[in-house]
């Protein structure tokens, strides 16, 4: 009898040992398919940051971060398109000053150079400057069609016309620093997010279950335990 209670014994030390090694198999599996779940890609958050600065961090459950950002680039769209649109205005009233003023009845667009050489001082009228064009032998920049003409009234009228020039370009260099803004902030938020998604998933809970077997060496019993481990 007591032979037999021995080898039932080692029978069971046999099956737990077995019943361990395979419960590490199932752990560790169980373990990879928890951390692919629960842990973000890098280029998710990242990318979606990249798009519209803020929306990365809601996919990382980081509100704070997320609210700023989104917050920012509503702000500079916000401003660019202010600026932009009350640079363009101020251009076209320059123009509908110059018109009005300097009686030209030019059709060009406000970026051409035509606008600002009637802003120039030792420009009166159209026979100045092409004077100084013949001088300086670039007839190529002579303006013959009657409709570019130009002659202003004074020389307070000029001057006001090249102040609203002026004012105009304020807001279109202001602009153009907004949009270098919405950059900056689509990298800002870009390399931010990388390294928000780096900790999230540091901090992510990997938890897995496992079969482990059990023995009571008073009363020579085997048992199985289901553990949770985190």
Request: glycine share 4%; hydrophobic share 40%; proline share 2%.
């Amino acid at each position: 009898m007591e032979i037999l209670a021995k080898k039932n014994f080692l029978f069971i030390i046999i099956i737990t040992f077995f019943c361990n090694s395979f419960s590490q198999e199932i752990s560790v599996d169980l373990q990879d398919i928890k951390q692919k779940t629960n842990t973000k890609p890098n280029w998710a958050a990242s990318g979606m940051n990249l798009i519209l600065p803020g929306t990365g961090f809601f996919y990382l459950s980081e509100k704070k971060p997320a609210t700023a950002f989104l917050t920012a680039d509503i702000l500079f769209w916000s401003g660019f398109f202010y600026t932009n649109v009350t640079s363009k205005n101020r251009y076209d009233d320059s123009k509908s000053y110059a018109r009005m003023y300097a009686h030209t009845q030019s059709g060009r667009s406000s970026g051409d150079q035509y606008w600002a050489y009637l802003a120039n001082k030792n420009f009166m009228k159209t026979q100045d400057f092409n004077n100084a064009i013949k001088n300086n032998r670039e007839l190529d920049k002579l303006y013959t069609d009657e409709n570019d003409y130009w002659s202003w009234d004074s020389e307070e009228r000029r001057d006001e016309y090249a102040q609203i020039r002026k004012k105009a370009g304020y807001w279109k260099t202001a602009s153009t620093l907004i949009l270098g803004s919405l950059a900056l902030n689509r990298l800002a938020a870009f390399v931010s997010a990388r390294i928000v998604t780096n900790k999230y998933n540091d901090k992510v809970e990997i938890s897995a279950p496992a079969v482990v077997g059990v023995i009571d060496t008073q009363s020579k019993t085997f048992g199985v335990s289901l553990l949770f481990g985190i």
